[in-house]
């Protein structure tokens, strides 16, 4: 079955203790992405890489960290989580970006920093 | 500058009522795409339309239809003979330069038995 898996779905974690967001597409996609959900703000793009080793910023990246080592995994890191990183976060991914109808977004990733 | 307005915040209707979703976009770009995607209670987010810039036709799914309109630069979502089952948030997005999508800040409809 084609998706994006994201783990955890939930989280709670403490200011300042690194944590790690994983995000896995089993498509062969070459562009993923990374959003954040926020009452009120809709979603806001973090992080995106339209292939392996290339990443870049999107709308909000202060705080947060990618990597893409190889295509199918594009973890999003928080090195010193504050709590106004609190949010709903979502993988995303797509052929070579989110404009198709093949996109595909994870479950999606509640996280709570206190 | 690329933008997507939901200026309905919440929607609350009665079972069996209609209800449109307002958006509207802004983008110089001469090809772009259109999207409504719904987030259920349960937070995932689920694809319902996408509409290429050259098609004005509207489209119709069964009690859902989609209005577009280039010429006031908007998106509009009708449902008909609401359900339950309809609650839910409403994200309008626009393609963006980078690949990506802008959303709007999304439309939460109630749907009261």
């Known amino acids: 079955e084609a998706q994006v898996t994201q783990n955890p779905r939930y989280l709670i974690t403490v200011t300042g203790k690194k944590l790690t967001v994983t995000c896995s597409q089993n498509?062969?996609?070459?562009?993923m992405s990374w959003y954040r959900q926020d009452p009120g703000l809709g979603l806001r793009q973090i992080y995106y890489s339209m292939n392996v080793e290339v990443t870049d910023k999107g709308d909000v990246p202060e705080g947060y960290k990618v990597s893409r080592k190889e295509k199918r995994n594009f973890p999003l890191i928080l090195e010193s989580p504050s709590p106004n990183q609190t949010s709903l976060y979502f993988c995303?991914?797509?052929?070579?970006?989110?404009?198709?109808?093949?996109?595909?977004f994870g479950q999606g990733t509640r996280l709570t920093v206190v | 500058a690329q933008k997507v307005t939901q200026a309905q915040t919440e929607i609350s209707v009665v079972e069996k009522e209609d209800v449109t979703l307002d958006c509207v976009y802004e983008?110089?770009?001469?090809?772009?795409?259109l999207f409504w995607y719904k987030q259920p209670p349960s937070g995932e987010l689920v694809f319902l339309i996408r509409?290429?810039?050259?098609?004005?036709q509207n489209e119709i799914s069964g009690r859902y239809s989609w209005n577009f309109q280039k010429s006031t630069s908007s998106f509009n979502f009708t449902i008909t003979a609401s359900q339950v089952v309809d609650s839910a948030v409403y994200f309008c997005a626009l393609t963006g330069s980078q690949g990506n999508l802008i959303f709007g800040k999304g439309t939460k409809l109630s749907v009261k038995p």
């Open positions: 983008t110089r770009d001469t090809t772009y795409y």
């Open positions: 498509m062969n996609h070459e562009y």
């Open positions: 995303a991914s797509g052929r070579t970006g989110l404009v198709n109808t093949e996109a595909f």
């Open positions: 509409r290429n810039s050259f098609d004005e």
